[in-house]
Structure formats: C-alpha cells, structure tokens
T-cell receptor, first 115, second 116 residues
Framework: DSGVTQTPKHLITATGQRVTLRCSPR?????VYWYQQSLDQGLQFLIQ???????AKGNILERFSAQQFPDLHSELNLSSLELGDSALYFC??????????????FGPGTRLTVT | KNQVEQSPQSLIILEGKNCTLQ??????????LRWYKQDTGRGPVSLTI?????NTKSNGRYTATLDADTKQSSLHITASQLSDSASYIC???????????????FGAGTRLTVKP
C-alpha cells in the first residue's frame, strides 16, 4: 500500500459526459501527479500540482483539467468524454516539487470506461 | 521520436531463469534514470533510481546498470519468479525542463511473463 488513495476505483459513463476523479496523496506529500494509461499503452504524464499550484504539464487535453485543494487532495476533471478516453488514470504523490528528482508513490488507479 | 526506447517490447521466460531488459535514451542533459515495476492493473512501484555517477544499483534480485556515455541502462532480473511477471518502465529525467516545466521522459515499457 503506497498511502495514495484514489476514488472511485471504477467508473463507467457515456460519451459526452463529464467525470471527476479524486486523489489523496500520502501524508506530508506536497506534489500530486496525474497519469493516463490506455490499454496496452505506456504511462502518459498529464499534469503535476505542487502545494496547490500547477507545476508541470504533459500531454493533457484541453478537455481535461485538474486542481489541488488546500488540504492537498487533487481532482482530475474529464469533460466531453470520448471512447478514446477509456483508460486507467493514476495519481502519484511525492514530497517535493521536482518530478524528475522526486520518488513518486502511485495510487491504485481509477479505471474509466466510456461507452 | 520517443527519447526513451525500451526493448524488447515483450519477453517470456521460464521460472528460475535470468533476463535483461534494455533502456536506451537520448535525453540530454541527463539527470537521473528510474526503473518501475507495474503489475497488471496496478500502479507502478519504484525499483531503482540512478544518477549519472552511479553505474550499478541493486534491489534484491533486481540489478540496474547505467552507462551514461552510451546512454544505455539495463535491468537484470536474477532467478526469476512468477511474481516478476509485470511491465517494467524506464523513466529518464532531464536536467532541463521543457516549455511546460516537465522534465520526465517515459519509455513504453517491457512486458515480462514468467512461466512455470
């Protein structure tokens, strides 16, 4: 158990809908990272927040957005969902703000299915 | 072109055998290289992290090597077990972030299957 929690575990929704995925980092970690992993594909880094502020961006679509709240939990919002958005979405956390240097601890993931 | 290339894409070995996974990168300037193990449907777990001054780092039956001159890394698994069946992901970090302040470059992973 990494100490990172994600909810929900599974989510099934229809095309065009909007969903929110939630992540609680390990106690004391200030950074939260979001990743997308489509079936049989590699991890795609989406976005990082550090202490409430956006820190780094990866391959995040404009239909997707995220935020980190004062209690350091984070939410990833996915809107106008398409079939291709079906994937595992992972959250990771780390103590520091540097993605490249920090040890990242991954949550169990949210499996999103868009029908 | 991806800056981190992993090979082979997939590998099947018998339990008890050794294997070596490769990671070649073009990331420059180099900062560090990490290997992750990802069980199917679960989040990745860090195995090793290496900076340019480290040639070898071990974590149990996992040994990672790094040649910063040739920009190659390998992950050697000794006496494989069924539980080693997973994807192994190489992540290389640059000392310079891109325009989006992102310094991490991900390989596509090698899927290892260990059979009894």
């Amino acid at each position: 158990d990494s100490g990172v929690t994600q909810t929900p575990k599974h989510l099934i929704t229809a095309t065009g809908q909007r969903v929110t995925l939630r992540c609680s980092p390990r106690s004391g970690d200030l950074s939260v990272y979001w990743y997308q992993q489509s079936l049989d594909q590699g991890l795609q880094f989406l976005i990082q927040y550090y202490n409430g502020e956006e820190r780094a961006k990866g391959n995040i679509l404009e239909r997707f957005s995220a935020q980190q709240f004062p209690d350091l939990h984070s939410e990833l919002n996915l809107s106008s969902l398409e079939l291709g958005d079906s994937a595992l979405y992972f959250c990771a956390s780390s103590p520091q703000g540097s993605g490249g240097w920090s040890e990242q601890y991954f949550g169990p993931g949210t499996r999103l299915t868009v029908t | 072109k991806n800056q981190v290339e992993q090979s082979p894409q997939s590998l099947i070995i018998l339990e008890g055998k050794n294997c070596t996974l490769q990671c070649n990168y073009t990331v420059s300037p180099f900062s560090n290289l990490r290997w992750y193990k990802q069980d199917t449907g679960r989040g990745p777990v860090s195995l090793t992290i290496m900076t340019f001054s480290e040639n070898t780092k071990s974590n149990g039956r996992y040994t990672a090597t790094l040649d910063a001159d040739t920009k190659q890394s390998s992950l050697h698994i000794t006496a494989s077990q069924l539980s080693d069946s997973a994807s192994y992901i190489c992540v290389v970090s640059s000392a310079v972030s891109d325009g989006n302040n992102n310094d991490m470059r991900f390989g596509a992973g090698t899927r290892l299957t260990v059979k009894p």
